[in-house]
């Protein structure tokens, strides 16, 4: 006997449809600002001082 019809439907739609808009949505802007300059300042110079020469 052929297989049922029920296992030669195709997949439900659900499975076909694109994904929500709201994973389509650019991220949040606080995202995309630049990083705080604090960040970009250089390290503070005790940081690049030699070591003492007492070792």
Known sequence: KPKPAEEE????VEEEKPKPAEEEKPKPVEEEKP???????PEPVEE???K???E
């Open 9 to 12: 439907k195709p997949k439900p």
């Open 35 to 41: 990083k705080p300059v604090e960040e970009e300042k």
């Open 48 to 50: 690049e001082k030699p």
């Open 52 to 54: 003492p020469t007492e």
